[in-house]
């Protein structure tokens, strides 16, 4: 457990992408098999193991600590798993287990036998490896590592001979941990035969574009359809097996079992996963609500019904009809969505336009308020992986906008290291302001070191790394979109919030107030339509 | 580390021969008849001998266990401590620190109580102080360690009747790692990211040299840059003969980036724009409370390294049963969780609740 230990205390205090990688390399490099497999599914949560719930960890550590002294050290420690791993009385230097042996007993042990084996484990673990343990079993592994990551980590480990993260992505579904053939084919071995059904196929994405980019393009080239503010995903139904994928490969067909109910075809559809309510579609907020998520209760597939609005297929009934132009994709989509007649499926309506103007009015006015801009697409073209650049544009409706002033200040990390980057920001509601959001971008390196100097000269309170800052410096925050969150204080969410511009010319006073924000709210369609 | 050199005090006066009993003319009601030793909002004060244990105001007298702040304040009429506390003290505060000093040796009458020195492993020069009077003997831990440390003197147990301990880490989920465990973990990501400085935090007295003699233990022997801060100090403990190996200052001109591999620096530097001169840093913070995870969390640290100057879980209870006290008061820290452990092994136990004393100095 040693290795696996030392690498998730390291993850979970590294929040940069690269640094991150670099240790799940150095892991993977040093790991033997096959305990590297079983540390990657159990990072990108792959595992199936039986769960350790809190009470049987609580009852034995009752067993073992005072029952007082356990409640102070709780209470300082905050985290059950760290706190029964920290106070178990045990030797510090024990006699290690290996991932793999922990997880193959968890595998097989029945439950009325699961106290003395944790109990027995702690009792020979030291103290990082017991953390590891307990939050391997009790399935609270959270230390931000996407499957995306772990895919540019392998291709990195198999280096510049091996096979590329998209590749590794599209095989990885098909496979079981620890993952064998996977590392057979990192080392110079065939391409594993996924074994499972339905796997991932990586996603064509699309160029950021504007009126200039698109002038010099004949629009006659080219389809538009809308870009809905959901979730991207593919629905792949193949051989019996059904998932939904991210465009990241995450596969989430667990928080959606309403949507993978649906998926009764051979198929692999590209579209949009939507919450409906009622005959509209319902704001992003709504669909957050049902994502990350490990189940999903009767009452909110009942509020929340999951909609897939289908943009383009990548396989039909065994075909393969990715090197077909669009037009030919998209003739087979409508024959797939009505032959699947489900009304949880629908075509993503095509957006008929002359020249780049008449888009240009179009995508400043959607006729739906949970549209987020148009796409582009070429009629010529094939369904490509990665964002080739040419065939496909996202046009994006024009983001929201408020003056908001600085309210707290939180240093970076890595290269931000030492100065304040993360800024969280306000608006006036009365007299007071209240927080609304919280953005570590869109700033050049220059600003960046004058909202520092700012921030160093205007500190009005600190708690550890964090700055409470006087309010006086107004930001212009754009912003993707709004939801309604009870939880936040505010009442309010902001998608995608980033700061266009420091507006030092500006007195607080004069920056926006919180109806302002709520008026932007997509409850009421007439004013979310366009913000700002 | 072996019987340190002391240093001759600079003028004996103030505390052996005073024969002025002056009785508690402030604080609570003692809470036991007679007490040698009573808390009071200055800090611990013993009526008897009329002086004050690590006072958190100025007093007429004051006995000092070590030399961190929180500890060891300037302004006294006379104080009372080991060489190199006076030392440290002076170094901190200027010369002026206090209008008169005594350098404890041996065992020293005050007002008809007796006081001994013994040391606490803490930092350099640090201390416990045995009270006696009338038969009965106090011991005042002052901040201790019980953990080899290159850094200083040895941690010494002194049976007494009444041992006053501090609980900085007084849970039982606190168990301090071997510190060259934690050194390991150091030396590993220096290899996992060999493009990108170190720095560590670690408190300029003690926390900093120990830092650096662990390394120098592990066989880092290249170059360790030191934040400014640390100079007087590390100088300090060069000159009584604790061998820090190569430092260099970590300084650099103006918008130029400095080449270091390992830097140790005060925590507070930090939060200063010093930090500007490192390119992509991992910041590490060497601390008993790198233990808790959301501590860690909390500080914005990539490296935490649980190492500690204070005795952890094991070693305060070890203290207490080796001391033999019979009666246990608890200064500061998590008073609670040591008083509950004496009344489970049958020691009176209370705690004083003072008040002035930070879970980690500076």
Redesign the interface.
């Known amino acids: 457990m040693t290795p696996f230990a030392?690498l998730l205390e390291?993850l979970?205090?590294?929040?940069a992408r690269n640094?991150k990688l670099?240790?799940i390399g150095?892991y993977l490099a040093h790991t033997p098999d096959p305990d590297r497999g079983w540390a990657l599914a159990a990072l990108t949560g792959g595992l199936k193991l039986r769960t350790v719930t809190p009470s049987l960890l609580r009852a034995l550590a009752e067993d073992r600590?005072?029952a007082?002294?356990f409640a102070?050290?709780y209470d300082?420690?905050?985290?059950l798993a760290?706190?029964i791993a920290?106070?178990w009385?045990a030797p510090?230097?024990g006699a290690d287990i290996s991932l793999t042996q922990v997880v193959t007993t968890l595998q097989t042990t029945k439950k009325p036998d699961l106290p003395a084996l944790i109990a027995g484990w702690l009792d020979t673990l030291g103290?990082s490896e017991r953390y590891a343990l307990l939050k391997l079993a009790t399935r609270g592994l959270r230390v931000g590592v996407s499957a995306r990551l772990t895919h540019v980590a392998l291709a990195q480990h198999a280096g510049a001979g091996g096979p590329p993260a998209d590749r590794i992505g599209e095989v990885w579904h098909g496979l079981a941990p620890p993952y064998p053939g996977l590392f057979d084919w990192l080392a110079g071995g065939p391409e594993p035969q996924t074994q499972a059904r339905a796997p991932f196929r990586p996603v064509m994405l699309a160029h950021p574009a504007d009126a200039e980019a698109l002038a010099p393009l004949n629009p006659a080239d080219f389809a538009a359809e809308w870009k809905w503010d959901g979730v991207r995903v593919q629905a792949v139904a193949e051989g019996g097996g059904r998932h939904l994928y991210t465009r990241r490969g995450e596969d989430i067909s667990a928080a959606f079992p309403d949507m993978v109910a649906a998926l009764d075809f051979e198929g692999v559809i590209d579209g949009e996963l939507l919450v409906r309510q009622g005959d509209a579609t319902a704001p992003f907020g709504e669909l957050q609500k049902r994502l990350n998520r490990k189940t999903v209760t009767k009452a909110m597939l009942a509020s929340h019904p999951a909609h897939l609005r289908a943009y383009d297929l990548l396989h039909w009934q065994g075909r393969d009809l990715r090197p077909l132009p669009l037009t030919e994709r998209r003739a087979a989509l409508e024959t797939a969505v009505a032959q699947i007649a489900n009304p949880r499926i629908d075509l993503s309506p095509p957006v008929p336009f002359t020249d780049w103007a008449a888009l240009d009015a179009i995508r400043a006015n959607p006729p739906d308020a949970v549209i987020e801009g148009v796409m582009i697409k070429r009629h010529d073209s094939p369904y490509l992986p990665g964002r080739p650049k040419g065939p496909w544009f996202k046009w994006k409706r024009d983001p929201m906008v408020v003056d908001a002033v600085m309210l707290y200040a939180?240093?970076g990390?890595?290269?931000r290291?030492?100065?304040y980057s993360d800024f969280t920001f306000g608006v006036w509601d009365g007299a007071a302001l209240v927080p609304v959001g919280k953005a570590y971008f869109g700033f050049t390196d220059a600003e960046l070191r004058a909202l520092?100097r700012f921030v160093?000269h205007n500190t009005t309170d600190?708690f550890?790394?964090v700055r409470q800052v006087k309010p006086d410096l107004v930001l212009e925050v754009a912003f993707e979109g709004l939801n309604a969150s009870p939880r936040h204080k505010s009442g309010l969410a902001m998608r995608f919030p980033r700061i266009r511009r420091i507006r030092w010319d500006k007195p607080a006073a004069e920056a926006d107030r919180i109806d302002t924000l709520r008026a932007m709210l997509p409850a009421d369609p007439l004013t979310s339509a366009r913000g700002g | 580390m072996q019987s340190l050199p002391t240093m001759p005090g600079r003028d004996g006066l103030g505390f052996a021969g005073a024969r002025v009993i002056i009785m508690a003319q402030q604080g609570p009601e003692p809470m036991i008849a007679e007490p040698l030793l009573m808390p009071t909002p200055a800090g611990l004060y013993c009526p008897r001998g009329d002086f004050h244990i690590d006072p958190v105001r100025p007093v007429p007298r004051a006995l000092i266990t070590h030399g961190h702040a929180d500890h060891a304040r300037a302004g006294h009429g006379a104080v009372l401590a080991t060489a190199r506390t006076l030392d440290i003290m002076a170094i901190r505060y200027g010369a002026d620190f206090t209008a008169r000093r005594q350098i404890a040796e041996g065992t020293i009458d005050i007002n008809g109580v007796t006081v001994s020195f013994h040391p606490a492993g803490h930092v350099l020069g640090s201390a416990q102080i045995a009270v006696r009077a009338g038969g009965q003997r106090v011991v005042v831990s002052g901040d201790y360690a019980r953990a080899p440390n290159p850094a200083c003197e040895a941690f010494q147990p002194v049976p007494c009747d009444i041992f006053i301990t501090e609980a900085t880490f007084g849970l039982p989920v606190f168990r301090h790692p071997p510190p060259q465990a934690e050194i390991a973990r150091l030396t590993a990501s220096l290899a996992a990211f060999p493009d990108r400085p170190h720095l560590i935090g670690a408190y300029a007295l003690g926390k900093a040299q120990r830092m650096i003699a662990l390394l120098r233990q592990a066989g880092h022997d290249g170059p360790i840059h030191i934040h400014g801060a640390l100079q007087k100090l590390c100088d300090y403990h060069i000159a009584q003969g604790i061998d820090l190996g190569d430092l260099r200052p970590a300084t650099t001109e103006r918008g130029r980036k400095l080449d270091a591999r390992i830097v140790i620096a005060p925590p507070s530097a930090f939060a200063a724009t010093w930090v500007h001169r490192f390119r992509d840093p991992v910041i590490a913070h060497a601390s008993g409370w790198m233990a808790v995870r959301a501590r860690a969390r909390q500080r914005g640290v990539e490296l935490p390294l649980v190492i500690s100057d204070h005795a952890d879980w094991p070693d305060l209870t070890r203290t207490i049963t080796d001391t033999g006290a019979s009666e246990v008061w608890v200064t500061h820290g998590r008073e609670e969780a040591l008083v509950r452990w004496c009344a489970l092994h049958q020691i009176p136990a209370r705690p004083l609740r003072l008040v002035g004393y930070e879970d980690e100095p500076e």
């Open positions: 030392t390291r979970a205090f590294t929040p640094a670099r240790l150095d600590v005072d007082d002294l102070l050290s300082s420690v905050g985290d760290e706190t920290l106070i009385p510090d230097q103290p939180q240093r990390h890595g290269k290291s030492g100065y520092d160093r600190r550890g790394p």
